[in-house]
Nanobody, 121 residues
Framework: QGPIVESGGGLAQPGGSLTLSCGPS????????VDWYRQGHGDTREKIAG???????WSADSVKGRFTASMDTGRNTAHLQMNSLKPEDTAVYLC???????????????WGQGTQVTVSS
């Protein structure tokens, strides 16, 4: 298990939904924010959404109104709720987490391992 745990990808039908999760594996951590990216086959990495601990969110035009970033501060976990999925949403989705470990007081910005999302009928 790496320092950032990412989960929730899979296969969805067009119009369907999936929820991704991302957070530090360390039990004693303080999550400041998470940015979500995706990279389709042969494509450049695209930043699509993000959230900070104070609840500020943003999303790219390509996903606006369909994807929503959220954060459970008690569990130090961020989520990306993806609705109305389209075949062009097919990609590897990666999170980039900004957090501090409370045992050593170091701050980290690290990538999750990525999770495949496939939208197909």
């Amino acid at each position: 298990q790496g320092p950032i745990v990412e989960s929730g990808g899979g296969l969805a039908q067009p119009g369907g939904s999936l929820t991704l999760s991302c957070g530090p594996s360390a039990s004693n951590a303080h999550l400041y924010g998470v940015d979500w990216y995706r990279q389709g086959h042969g494509d450049t990495r695209e930043k699509i959404a993000g959230i900070t601990r104070d609840g500020s969110t943003w999303s790219a035009d390509s996903v606006k109104g369909r994807f929503t970033a959220s954060m459970d501060t008690g569990r130090n976990t961020a989520h990306l709720q993806m609705n109305s999925l389209k075949p062009e949403d097919t990609a590897v989705y990666l999170c980039y987490a900004d957090y501090k470990r409370l045992d050593n007081n170091y701050r980290y910005q690290l990538w999750g391992q990525g999770t495949q999302v496939t939208v197909s009928s």
